[in-house]
């Protein structure tokens, strides 16, 4: 009788241990919580490359546009100058645009945007932790955040200036 209980008693440990990995792994990883369109923005605090400490909470009431980017990604540095001119041109009606540089060290970047002309506000996710809060898989990746905190549009890949202008619209003329 007891050859007979040896096979499942295997079976039920690699059970166990295959739902505890899955256990682990979700919480680790956050486990497929990825933000979709509709979905409150998750929140972040990252240093910017003004020397503070910036969350979303602060652009609370207001349009965002959140741009996930790095300078070694070919399609990032060439929609940099249409997220720039946008910037400039919706910024007087209260929309944010906010890049989140992916990886790099406070020098790399500062260099790319002091060469670039870039002055909308640019924060650093060493750690890639707003990354994983956000899903944001491959760069470049933007965010169409609502004056209410919901995620209106999920863009990935480079935005042209035309795309970009309207998905703005959109935010401040819902």
């Not at 969350?55 to 996930?68: A, C, I, M, Q, S």
């Not at 060469?115 to 956000?134: K, N, Q, S």
């Amino acid at each position: 009788m007891g050859k007979a209980r040896k096979p499942v008693q295997i079976v039920i440990l690699a059970l166990i241990v295959l739902l505890g990995g899955y256990a682990i792994g979700t919480s680790a990883f956050g486990g497929g919580g990825k933000p979709k369109e509709g979905s409150r923005a998750p929140s972040i605090e990252l240093l910017g490359l003004d020397g503070q400490t910036h969350t979303l909470d602060e652009y609370k009431g207001r349009p965002v546009v959140l741009n996930f980017w790095g300078s070694w990604c070919a399609p990032c540095v060439k929609e940099m100058p249409a997220l720039e001119a946008q910037w400039q041109q919706w910024k007087d009606q209260g929309v944010a645009v906010v890049g989140v540089n992916v990886g790099e060290d406070q020098m790399t970047v500062e260099n790319f945007v002091n060469g670039t002309g870039v002055r909308f506000p640019i924060l650093l996710d060493t750690d890639r932790e707003a990354v994983r809060r956000y899903g944001v898989s491959p760069l470049p990746t933007t965010f169409f955040i609502n004056a209410k905190g919901k995620i209106d549009t999920i863009h990935i890949g480079q935005l042209d200036l035309s795309t970009l202008s309207a998905q703005i619209g959109k935010l401040v003329n819902p």
